[in-house]
């Protein structure tokens, strides 16, 4: 059976009201929850971002779902504390946590003041960071010098089950990557037939028989013209090519990269729909390409309508 889960943004809300939302998505019955992992917004209007991994611990306990983050290690995280973080959760909330990993963007990743490496290096980095984690998991004592630098590290709490590792991708060249090393592939909705080709490539990488999660960004509200206003309001600083999402550093970037986007542009980039009969439409086909968990992630700010609306009017016909 598809999950489908509540997305909590941080870049968007205060921590103390996605727990809130967490547990009426759980209510209403969203069956998991994602959560992005960010220090800086995507916008200034957005004007948030709260600690993802202080916030799990609190969501997991309030509710019974599973939960999954989004995270990027190698720079503004040292491996070893994903591992150890990851490790905790699992422990704590036995089967009920998976991690996706990805090479992160310059926003919340260059705060550290190193250099911003170019894709190829921070791909070898993100593998060595996976190899380091999944033996620390293990139980092996792991010194690993190159990308990044372990000296004899050990995790002595680890959970039965070591949580799985997706690969977070959001090109077919990454997805085919990701495929020969990740658990599984997350990647963000696409039109149709793109979101295909995604799926072609990663199985084509090694990902055949692995799971699949999607990330859908949408925008529900009780009109056209409300969904779209708050999607442009929202999410038009986050509709551009993976280089640009990568690279810019402040907020302020994105906002004025996002001077000349009118609302109209993000029915391409952004599921926009006053209909909940055309957000089944769209999420039975993501359902048909083999998607397993679903993330919905409505990035206006009306969150309470979209939960109790999808829950009572979308959820019911899709499981």
């Known amino acids: 059976m598809v999950k489908f889960a509540y997305h909590a943004s941080h870049e968007q809300f205060a921590p103390s009201a996605l727990l809130g939302w967490a547990q009426k998505a759980e209510q209403a019955g969203f069956t998991a929850v994602t ?12 004007g948030e971002c709260g600690f993802a991994w202080s916030w799990l611990g609190a969501a997991m306990h309030a509710t019974s779902l599973p939960f999954g983050v989004v995270c990027a290690p190698g720079q503004r995280y040292h491996p070893a504390i994903i591992a150890q973080a990851a490790a ?16 992160g963007q310059a926003m919340n990743e260059a705060i550290t003041g190193q250099p911003w490496p170019i894709k190829a290096e921070r791909n070898a980095r ?49 997805a085919e990557w990701v495929g020969s090393w990740a658990d599984g592939l997350i990647t963000i909705s696409h039109p149709h037939d793109k979101l295909r080709e995604m799926v072609e490539a990663f199985r084509r990488g090694g990902g055949e028989h692995k799971p699949m999660y ?29 280089q640009v999402l990568s690279d810019f550093r402040i907020p302020s970037q994105f906002d004025a990269a996002a001077t000349f986007v009118k609302p109209e542009d993000m029915y391409q980039y952004v599921r926009v729909s006053a209909d909940p009969q055309q957000h089944i439409e769209w999420l039975q086909k993501d359902i048909e390409l083999g998607f397993e968990t679903i993330s919905l992630h409505n990035v206006n700010r009306e969150q309470q309508q979209f939960i109790e609306v999808f829950g009572e009017k979308v959820l019911p016909f899709l499981k």
């Open 35 to 46: 959560s992005s992992d960010h220090f800086h917004p995507w916008s200034e209007r957005q």
């Open 126 to 174: 993100l593998k060595e960071c996976v190899d380091v984690i999944r033996a620390l998991w293990a139980g092996e004592t792991v010194t690993h010098h190159g990308l990044v630098q372990v000296e004899e590290a050990k995790l002595y709490s680890r959970p039965a089950n070591p949580p799985r590792i997706m690969g977070a991708a959001i090109t077919p060249k990454t």
């Open 88 to 103: 905790t959760l699992g422990e704590m909330f036995s089967d009920r946590f998976w991690v996706a990993l990805g090479t």
């Open 214 to 242: 999607l990330k859908v960004q949408l925008s529900y509200a009780q009109d056209q013209e409300t969904a779209l206003h708050g999607a442009h309001d929202q999410w038009r600083t986050n509709i551009f090519e993976s």
